[in-house]
């Protein structure tokens, strides 16, 4: 892994808006699923009759074990974008990031939702912005892998 970053492989664009995309859906995971106070930590998804909030964990789920499949493809030198027609890729791509944006939507709804309660408040604004981050992210992904293989 050292070798492949100083030799620059993983220092192209879209290794890089890859990586970041890993590290945002952890942390609007993180944010989604674990609720923190002064004396424990756990795990918890304020009411299963919320809908919107376990729809916007499985579509991170989702995209986040295709951003994995792509940057454990990068890190074995072998491109898992190869394998498949490259319009294929940008259109399941551009299908992930409508789904990206409708659960950041969702969660910017969930955020004003819980306004006043600040344990809440701060976790899921954490997580709107992370995703809002990612979907942004995302695209530029998407304009990167387009012009790469153009």
């Not at 942390?27 to 756990?42: A, G, H, N, P, Q």
């Not at 295709?66 to 898992?80: D, H, Q, Y």
């Not at 939507?105 to 955020?111: D, L």
């Amino acid at each position: 892994l050292f070798w492949m970053v100083s030799a620059g492989h993983l220092l192209e664009p879209s290794y890089v808006l890859n990586a970041l995309h890993v590290v945002l859906h952890l942390v609007s995971l993180f944010c989604l699923t674990i609720m923190w106070s002064s004396d424990k930590i756990y795990i918890e998804i304020i009411d299963y009759h919320y809908w919107w909030q376990i729809f916007s964990i499985l579509i991170l789920l989702v995209t986040l074990s295709v951003s994995l499949i792509v940057f454990l493809g990068a890190i074995i030198e072998r491109p898992i974008i190869g394998f498949w027609n490259r319009k294929r890729i940008i259109v399941s791509y551009g299908v992930y990031l409508v789904f990206i944006v409708i659960s950041a939507a969702v969660q910017t709804w969930t955020c004003i939702y819980v306004l006043g309660v600040p344990d809440y408040y701060w976790r899921y604004l954490t997580s709107t912005c992370s995703t809002w981050l990612l979907a942004l992210f995302w695209a530029a992904f998407m304009l990167s892998v387009h012009r790469r293989y153009k």
